[in-house]
């Protein structure tokens, strides 16, 4: 690719850097390939990234973030009543993940090798995506529909027990015959959970 | 090791053959190296298992029931309420897959590659298990304890809810610090989802 005229920026070299990522394959992806792509010299992007761990932390923490900021929106949509909330939320993450193994396979193995080398990225994705079903709950017990003494505790059950459902070690179940029915009755049996007593 | 003068029992080839996978793995034993261990000819091995694929189904079915054995007395035992005898089946599933990751990792890793090849084994483990589930769930909706119109979907429910502790691929999670309040919370919320309403 030619030297390009456009600043080099963060973002730019994310981009350039999960194409690459997408094309070699994370075992064989290097820093060189990425500058390449981008026209310039490795310098240019150490001078963003300082280690090629570093670059690659970023650009899985991207990917990840992708997910968590369509379901933010979700979460803190006060229009919808806390159960409606927290079922479309769930349903959503599903369908995050499971259109990144479908859509996109390549990449998608890509960043199941990333994720398994960048401990921390993934510890704070996990946390941010608690963090928005612990609020989703807390609007639950404010309005009195849910009954739950530690919110954040019912948010990590919560995400423990739909683990089958988005966590990407299970991607090949999510291609099978009736696993929306074995959502849904997971789901079904969680929501009764916290409901209140009436 | 010498001719043997004991009868040749399935039971002795599969005992042998475990042995043989612990110390060659999957990938390398034979049954050439079974009969070997057994002192006898391969062609003795072969009349009571027809092909490598069909002894390696058995051992894997054999270590897997020794699994639903345990449990199967916990589903039976009507001295037990139904709740505590699902936390308890719940806890016992949990313990015993624990400890045969923990004892003996390697024979973990070697039973997590056949599972991988024995799909209908597998699936029969699994519809054993879901089957003691739904018997606990029926004992409870026929006591009164539980609220379930299905409870073989229940019982579904509950196992996937609890995938994370039972499941082979979480095995690196159940030495983390603090597993057995997340295996604790998520059983509460399952038991609060059954619970018949008061």
Known sequence: MPPSTETLTAERILEATEEVLRRHGPAKATVVDVAR???????????HFRTKAALRAAVTKRWLDRTSQ??????????????TRLRDWLA?????????????????????????????????????????????I?????????TAPDPRAAARAVFHATGRFHDPGYHRVWQRQGVEDDFTAVVDLLLRGLRAPS
Chains 1, 2 share one sequence.
């Open 37 to 47: 792509a981008l026209g310039v010299s490795h310098g240019s992007v150490y001078r």
């Open 70 to 83: 369509t379901l933010s929106a979700i979460a803190a949509d006060a229009t919808r009543a806390p159960q």
């Open 92 to 136: 959503a993450l599903f369908e995050a993940k499971r259109r990144k193994a479908d859509d996109d396979p390549e990449l998608f193995a890509t960043y199941m090798v990333l994720t398994g080398e960048t401990g921390d990225v993934v510890d704070e994705h996990l946390a941010d995506l608690t963090g928005q079903l612990t609020r989703i």
């Open 138 to 146: 807390e609007a639950g017990v404010a309005s009195g529909a849910f």
